[in-house]
Structures are given as C-alpha cells and as structure tokens.
C-alpha cells in the first residue's frame, strides 16, 4: 500500500497574486472566528506573510469600525 503526504494548502493570496486589504472587510471576515478573533494560520491556509499583513488589514478595519472588535 502506498502512503502519500497530503497536499500543502497554497496560500490564497500568494496563489491570485494580490494582497489583504482593509476596505475588502468582507472578505475579512471569513478570517475571523464567530467571536470575532482572528483564526490561526492552520485554520486559514495563509503562508506567515500574508498571515500577518492580514492580521494588520483586519486590526486597520476594527479601528475604522468596518469590522467588530469582540462579537458577544
């Protein structure tokens, strides 16, 4: 029996060649948990950069009240 590695997750950002972007909240959403924090990089699929310049876009939208700070 042979026994293959699971594939990698790409990163999507990487993968359409584009960056995470305050203004897209909607799509920054899908990143974030029901509560309102942000998810990990093993539930995202992102790669460690674009893993932290979304942490930053998604901080950028809470201070401009697009995207809520804790969801109760």
Known sequence: M?????????CMYCEQKREPDY??????RNF???????????QTGLCAKHQRRLA????RARQLGLLPYVVY
Do not use: H, S
């Open 2 to 10: 042979v026994v293959r590695a699971p594939k990698k997750k790409v």
């Open 23 to 28: 203004k897209n909240y909607e799509e920054l």
């Open 32 to 42: 974030l948990t029901e509560r309102g924090r942000i998810k990990d990089r093993k």
């Open 56 to 59: 930053v876009q998604i901080k």
